[in-house]
C-alpha cells in the first residue's frame, strides 16, 4: 500500500487547498487551523502520556517457592538389652 502523499502531486495539494478556501472563507481557516493544531497537541500529549505509563522494562518474575520440609517422625526400633 503506497503512501497518500506519495500518490498526491503539487497540483492535487495546491487543488484541494483551494477547495478548502472556498468552503469555509478566510476568516474561518485561522479558526480551523487552530483548531487542528491544538487537537494535533492534545493527541501528541495524550500518546506521550501512554508512553510514560507503560513500563519500561517487564517485571523481573516472581522467585521460586521452595518446598517446605516438615519434620517427620521416624521410627527408632526399641530399645533392647543383649544379656
Known amino acids: 500500500m503506497t503512501p497518500v502523499l506519495a500518490v498526491l502531486s503539487e497540483w492535487h495539494i495546491f487543488l484541494v487547498l483551494i477547495i478548502v478556501f472556498l468552503l469555509f472563507g478566510g476568516k474561518k481557516l485561522p479558526e480551523l487551523?487552530?483548531?487542528?493544531g491544538e487537537a494535533?497537541?492534545?493527541f501528541k500529549k495524550a500518546s506521550r502520556d501512554i508512553h510514560d505509563d507503560t513500563p519500561q522494562t517487564p517485571p523481573p518474575p516472581p522467585a521460586p517457592s521452595k518446598p517446605e520440609i516438615t519434620?517427620?517422625?521416624?521410627?527408632?526400633?526399641?530399645?533392647?538389652?543383649?544379656?
Do not use: F, V, W, Y
Open 71 to 83: 519434620a517427620t517422625s521416624t521410627q527408632h526400633p526399641p530399645d533392647t538389652k543383649l544379656n
Open 33 to 36: 487551523a487552530r483548531g487542528i
Open 40 to 42: 494535533m497537541k492534545e
